[in-house]
């Protein structure tokens, strides 16, 4: 009686291992699956989209000619309140010292993903200049 | 003992049910994942072909519209005449796109600007129709077809001048026998010799309209007609002998509907490649 109860109590807790080992293989491969690239597409997106209107709004080479930046901040605050951008714009002979900065109000760098991607404009028609506008994407963390 | 197996059976089965969904939910997300980044690449090729159209567009400063309705098609086109247009900052750009631009996108970007720097831009029109600037000597607008007729009906001209003419030369309008109406709007500094009028010319011949300016040769033309062999064409040449000289040009062209949709290319070509995602086209414009 107390033989059989032994390997009963034994046979339980094989079965229960095995249980588990399946469960936490399930688990794992559960919890491994991620939509990284489905993010980053969107923030790519998202953030090429912005570019594009920044540049052909004039919003770009006017921030550029009048050393202001308002319509740029304005224009970033009609954006998706979960999108946080931060812009850089660079002229061709310096591309490590941006001639004007703006990042989204009430965002922070503070994120896991981001898509930056840049965009060149001109500025002038005689005498042209050539800017190159870079702009960091990301989703607002809470 | 059998209800037991029963128990232990149906367990099983439930893992492993719940494992092997874990391994096919897993698989299915990753090749969607990869799809989803497989896109992007093509995606910005067209982002970054976009952008040197934008910018070369910019640069020539012309401005294309056309209206492919039911009864016509309108072609407008608006641009500005200055001896030196933007060659140099054309090739400018190339080196900036050869220097800069194409590290920055971390990819290959190619142009292929020879023929707009050869003293003529050329603007190409699917349907055959050919706008150039030529800037050469004299800077002169040319709307035509190639060795064949434009199938103009109506030409809607409007030129500014910021400069005083002294002596107008017209043409000899044909309102009873003309074939391509000509609606005319000419300003300049001399309201004496401003020209509005719609009236009708010969296209079989070559019209000619001239201003003059002062000085030997300084003067600012309107041709239309036939133009060496081109049927139903327009010309505009600016001679005018001023630095300071600027002409505003609007050019509107009337034509039958046309059968499918309009497109217009720079002569100029845009080789773009990143990995195994290639573009090799002309350095687009528009379409109507």
Redesign the interface.
């Known amino acids: 009686m107390k033989q059989s109860g032994f390997v009963i109590s034994l046979d339980s807790l094989a079965?229960l291992s095995?249980?588990l080992t399946?469960?936490t293989?399930?688990?794992?491969?559960?919890n491994?699956?991620?939509?990284?690239?489905?993010n980053?597409?969107l923030l790519?997106?998202n953030t090429?989209d912005a570019l594009?209107v920044m540049?052909?709004q004039g919003m770009l080479a006017d921030a550029i000619a009048s050393d202001k930046v308002n319509d740029i901040r304005a224009f970033m605050n009609q954006l998706p309140g979960y999108f946080c951008i931060d812009l850089a714009v660079y002229n061709?002979n310096d591309?490590n010292s941006p001639v004007l900065s703006v990042l989204r109000p009430g965002c922070e760098k503070n994120f896991d993903y981001s898509a930056t991607?840049?965009?060149?404009?001109?500025v002038g028609?005689?005498d042209?200049n050539?800017y190159?506008a870079?702009a960091t994407g990301w989703f607002k963390v809470n | 003992m059998k209800k037991g197996f029963v128990i232990t059976f149906s367990t099983m089965f439930v893992a492993i049910v719940i494992l092997f969904f874990a391994l096919f939910y897993f698989g299915r997300v990753q090749r969607e994942e990869s799809i989803i980044s497989s896109f992007f690449p093509v995606e910005k090729s067209g982002y970054v072909a976009d952008d040197i159209d934008a910018d070369i567009n910019y640069l020539l400063m012309a401005e294309v519209d056309v209206n492919n309705g039911s009864q016509i098609t309108y072609i407008r086109i608006n641009d500005m005449m200055q001896q030196d247009i933007n060659k140099l900052q054309l090739l400018d750009y190339n080196s900036f796109v050869n220097d800069v631009y194409s590290g920055q996108q971390n990819a290959s970007v190619l142009l292929g600007l020879d023929k707009l720097v050869d003293g003529k831009t050329e603007l190409l029109f699917s349907n055959g129709l050919q706008y150039d600037y030529n800037y050469s000597q004299e800077s002169s607008i040319m709307f035509y077809a190639p060795a064949a007729d434009t199938n103009v009906i109506v030409y809607d001209i409007n030129i500014t001048v910021n400069s005083a003419s002294v002596l107008a030369v017209p043409w000899n309008w044909q309102d009873s026998t003309g074939d391509i109406n000509v609606n005319l709007n000419f300003i300049d500094q001399n309201a004496a010799n401003e020209v509005h009028k719609n009236g009708k010319l010969n296209s079989a011949s070559l019209n000619i309209y001239r201003w003059d300016y002062g000085g030997s040769g300084s003067s600012f033309y309107i041709k239309v007609g036939s133009i060496a062999g081109n049927a139903k064409a327009l010309q505009l040449v600016n001679s005018i002998d001023s630095s300071f000289a600027k002409v505003s040009v609007g050019i509107g062209a009337k034509t039958a509907p046309l059968q499918s949709s309009l497109k217009w290319n720079y002569d100029a070509d845009l080789n773009y490649a990143q990995g195994n995602t290639k573009i090799g086209r002309k350095i687009g414009m528009g379409r109507g």
């Open positions: 079965a095995v249980l399946i469960l293989f399930s688990a794992f491969y559960i491994s699956v991620e939509f990284s690239a489905r980053n597409a790519k997106e090429m594009v540049e052909k061709e591309l991607l840049n965009r060149s404009f001109v028609s005689n042209a050539f190159i870079r």
